[in-house]
């Protein structure tokens, strides 16, 4: 079932945009994008509500609005269409098991997100079976996180960010600064390779998963490698969310402190909200400011990074170029404009009315393509590959700059939120 990979037609994070920008065009222009519902606390909810005829058109027709994405998608980068559609399909439906697995009330109170089951599910299915070449061909994790954060975009109004009188973006660039710079310096104390030290780096210090695939994108990096660095992260976020919310109430922390602490340090937004919620309502609103901080700095890390990796990496072995704007443009990550100009399109032209209509919708896609991104994941990463080009450093660095994170992150939240 081979088929020869073509040329493209338009580089992958112009298609991004592109695909990007339509779906919230759509949105924008009346196109009623359903909420599916995957709560449910025993089999007789399970029938009810979510495998009810309602629900499961739901469902269906949030198919119908990404499936001619994700096969559009293939067409204008090259890759084959005809075996993009059967895995496409069973990438969803996969997904559609995870996501009912974590609307179970047990795993909703454990706070564990979709993303980890589809992780899980891909990853017991990609190395407990041998998928064939082709079908492990077609995966496109990557381009379904990109779209993901095109959407994600949308979320992030600058109003909302400056209501804590600017303190979320202070903290955030405080925190950004410090933590990237330590996990740099001891990645190389401890010689992890050079696209490792950058993802890792910005995963710990910005907004994990987002950050690491901006960064990806930003040097061209090694699939493979941005795999083992969205497993640390997502691995980590779940003891995270659960004890960091225990130890501060053990400790009594002010919950305005609480929620810069958790926002600045936990790497995934899902986690954030579901930490800053068994601490109260201010923590929430303070933890997802701190986060919406962080986000918005993404397209700057980015850009930063790009440039910074132009500069040192010469094409020619053992020289020193100056690199050009052109270079420069060449390796910047293309899909940050989309995720740039969504947040800008709905900070600054799309009314709050308009906004409270698609909002809901809009957040539905994007969580669901971050869960086909993450299913895809696993079905591409074998454990075996991982352990053999990866060693040990890679992850003691991820962990200890963890820890430094967590520490000066709640330094500062008391400097800035604790009077």
Known sequence: MMEKTKQPLMQEDWAIVMLGGALIALALSGLIIPVPAYSW????ELTTSVFSAGNLLAIG?????????????AWLTGKPVKTTIPVFIVVFVI?????????????KDLNLEAVIFSLALGLIIGNCFKLPEWFREVLNAELYVKIGLVLLGCSVIFSDVMKAGGLGLVQALVVVLSVWYFAFWLCRKLKVDDDLTMMI????????????????????????????????????????MIFMPV????????????????????DTSGAVVASGSLVGEEALKISTIVKFSQNVLLGLAAFAISVYWTYSKSPAAGKQEKPTLGVIWQRFPKFILGFMGASLLFSFMVTPETNAAVKNGLKSLQGLWFALAFTSIGLETRFADL???????????????????????LVIAYLLFGR
């Open 387 to 409: 352990f053999r080009n990866n060693s040990r450093k890679p992850l003691w660095a991820f962990l200890i700059a963890q820890l430094f994170n967590v520490l000066i992150t």
């Open 95 to 107: 997904t559609q098991l995870a996501l009912v697995l974590a609307g179970n009330k047990v795993m």
């Open 201 to 240: 780096s910005s995963a710990v210090s910005i907004c994990g998963v987002s950050a690491a695939i901006a960064t990806s994108g930003a040097i061209k990096g090694d699939s493979k490698k941005l795999s083992y660095v969205i497993s640390m992260v997502l691995v980590t976020a779940v003891p995270m």
């Open 41 to 44: 606390n025993n089999g007789t």
């Open 247 to 266: 130890i501060a109430n053990y400790f009594n922390f002010p919950e305005q402190v609480t929620g810069a602490w958790l926002g600045g340090s936990i």
């Open 61 to 73: 027709t949030q198919l119908l609005i990404v499936f001619p994405v994700a096969v559009l998608a």
